[in-house]
C-alpha cells in the first residue's frame, strides 16, 4: 500500500477514501488542491473479497517532481503533471488517464517512463510523452499487448528501476512466490538473475543506491543485496529488532497536572496489540517499509517498518548499520489512541534529503494516521535519544494540512487497510496453490500461437511472392 508521498519539489500527496487526493505544498501551505480521481460508488465492490482485484492504493512521483501517478480502483491510473499556476490556476492538471485490463500491483517510473504491473504479472511500459500511443475517442490510453515488455507466472507486489552505470539498467521484480528478479532493460526478454532466500511473499524493494537493495518479505526477514550479481549481504529477522526495541511512547492526550502518572496513562492507553503474544510467521511478517538514504551504501540509512501484528499502532526504526553490526539501537513508535490508526508513512524523496539536510542531522518520517492527523519525527534525534516518553503535536506547517484536512467531508480512511489486511493474509494462503503452473500454461500457450500467426505471414509473404514472379 502506497497513500502518502512527497515529491523532490515538496509537494505531499495523500490518497484519501472518497476517491480525492489531497495535494499539498509543505513550502507552502497556503498552495493545496484536491484532484477527483474518482468518486467511492464507482469502485469495484469485489475488491474485498478476491487475491485477483489486488489494487493497493498507489500513488507515486517521478523523480523530479513533475508528474503524479495515482492507481484508481477501477482499472485505471490517473497521471498528472505539475502545471503553472498562474495560467492555469492549478497546481496539478491531469495529463492523461489509462485504461488497463487487469488490476494493478504495482508501479515505478522515472522522468521518462512509467512500468506498471497487473495482478496477472505483465509489465507494460507507458512513455510518459504519449508518443506512439493508442488512445480512444475521449483521449484515454489504453494499454494493449504492445505495451507488455514481458511476463511473469505470478503476481509482482513491487516493481523498480534501476540504473546501474550509463551502460547498465535494469527492472527489478518482487513476486507473491519469494523471488527478487533482476532483469535486463531494454533486452527484457534475456534470462534475468535472482536473488534468492526469502520463503514468502517479498512484498517490498527499496533502493539503497546502485548497487544495493533492501528486500522485505513476509517470512519476517530484511536482507540487504549487492546488484548485479544478486549476491546476499545481510539477513535479519524483524523479531531480533522488535524484541530487543526501546520503546517510545506518543500521546497528545496526557494532562501534565492530572493526578494520573504518565506510566499509569500509559499503561491505560497502550494499544492492546503491544501485548500480544506472537508465535506465528504472520505477526512478525513485514507489513510496510520504506528507506531514507543518502545515496551511499557508506552513509547511514536509516529505515522504518512495521510488522503485521503491531501494523495499527507501531512503526519501528533502525539504521543500516544497526542491522549489519547488531548494536541494538532500534526504537518502537508506540501512537495512543489520540492519533488513531496508523494508515501509512514514508521519508521525503532522496533529493528533499540531500538540499535540506546535507549535514545529516536531520530526516523526517511523515505518518499518516486515519483521524485526519499527519505527524512529521525525526527519526535521527530518535534514535539518538534515551526519551522514552513523548508529548508530540504536528510543527506549524503540518497543523496547517491537518486542519485542510478535518475541514473536509474525509472519512474512511482506513477503508484501505481493511483491504490489505484481508490481501495480506491471502498471500499467506496462496503461497502453494497451482496458479504458478496455471500462468505458465497460459504464456505456452500465447507463445504457441503467436508463432503459429507468424508462420502464417511468412507463408502469405511467400505466396505473394510466387504469385508476382508468375
Keep these: 500500500m502506497s497513500e502518502i508521498k512527497i515529491s523532490s519539489t515538496g509537494w505531499l500527496a495523500i490518497y484519501l477514501r472518497n476517491g480525492n487526493v489531497g495535494m499539498f505544498d509543505l513550502n507552502d501551505t497556503s498552495s493545496w488542491q484536491y484532484l477527483q480521481v474518482e468518486s467511492i460508488e464507482k469502485q469495484s465492490k469485489d475488491v474485498n473479497n478476491d487475491l485477483n482485484y489486488l489494487n493497493r492504493n498507489l500513488i507515486k512521483f517521478s523523480p523530479n517532481g513533475e508528474f503524479l501517478v495515482v492507481n484508481g480502483q477501477n482499472e485505471q491510473l490517473y497521471i498528472y503533471i505539475q502545471s503553472n499556476f498562474e495560467k492555469s490556476e492549478v497546481w496539478w492538471k491531469l495529463q492523461r488517464i489509462i485504461c488497463v485490463k487487469n488490476f494493478i500491483s504495482a508501479m515505478d517510473l522515472n522522468n521518462e517512463f512509467l512500468l506498471i504491473a497487473d495482478k496477472s504479472g505483465d509489465i507494460y511500459k507507458i512513455d510518459l510523452l504519449f508518443n506512439n500511443t493508442t488512445t480512444t475517442n475521449n483521449n484515454n490510453l489504453m494499454m494493449t499487448a504492445e505495451n507488455c515488455i514481458m511476463r511473469h507466472l505470478s503476481m509482482l507486489l513491487d516493481i523498480t528501476f534501476i540504473r546501474i552505470n550509463d551502460k547498465k539498467s535494469f527492472i527489478l521484480t518482487a513476486d507473491q512466490y519469494e523471488k527478487i528478479q533482476l532483469i535486463q532493460y531494454p533486452n527484457t526478454s534475456h534470462s534475468g ?110 529505515i522504518a517498518f512495521s510488522i503485521y501484528a503491531h501494523r495499527l499502532h507501531s512503526i519501528y526504526l533502525t539504521s543500516l548499520s544497526n542491522i549489519k553490526q547488531l548494536i541494538n539501537e532500534q526504537r518502537q513508535l508506540i501512537f495512543d489512541i489520540s492519533y488513531g490508526t496508523i494508515i501509512d508513512y514514508c521519508f521525503p524523496s532522496k533529493d528533499i534529503l540531500f538540499n535540506d539536510y546535507t549535514i545529516y542531522s536531520k530526516c523526517n518520517l511523515y505518518i499518516l494516521f486515519d483521524s485526519y492527523v499527519i505527524l512529521n519525527i525525526n527519526i535521527i534525534s530518535i534514535l539518538l535519544s534515551d526519551q522514552t516518553k513523548l508529548f508530540v503535536k504536528p510543527n506549524q506547517t503540518i497543523q496547517e494540512i491537518n486542519n485542510i484536512l478535518a475541514s473536509r467531508d474525509i472519512h474512511l480512511m482506513n477503508y484501505n487497510i481493511k483491504t490489505d489486511e484481508i490481501v495480506f493474509q491471502q498471500l499467506f494462503k496462496n503461497s502453494n496453490n497451482n496458479s504458478c503452473h496455471k500462468r505458465k500454461l497460459e504464456i505456452v500457450e500465447q507463445q504457441q500461437q503467436q508463432q503459429q500467426q507468424i508462420k502464417k505471414q511468412m507463408l502469405s509473404s511467400q505466396s505473394d511472392n510466387e504469385i508476382q514472379l508468375t
Design 193 to 302: 538473475k535472482y536473488c534468492l532466500g526469502h520463503t514468502e511473499f517479498v512484498s517490498h524493494i527499496k533502493l539503497i543506491d546502485n548497487n544495493h537493495i533492501l528486500s522485505a518479505s513476509g517470512d519476517g526477514t530484511l536482507r540487504l543485496w549487492h546488484l548485479p550479481d544478486c549476491i546476499p549481504l545481510v539477513l535479519l529477522h524483524s523479531k531480533a529488532l522488535t524484541l530487543s526495541s526501546k520503546q517510545i511512547f506518543y500521546t497528545q492526550l496526557y494532562d501534565s497536572n492530572s493526578s494520573l502518572s504518565l506510566e499509569d496513562y500509559q499503561q491505560d492507553t497502550m494499544s492492546q496489540e503491544s501485548s500480544l503474544d506472537l508465535s506465528s510467521t504472520l505477526d512478525y511478517s513485514i507489513w510496510k517499509m520504506d528507506v531514507a538514504s543518502y545515496n551511499s551504501i557508506n552513509s547511514n540509512v536509516y
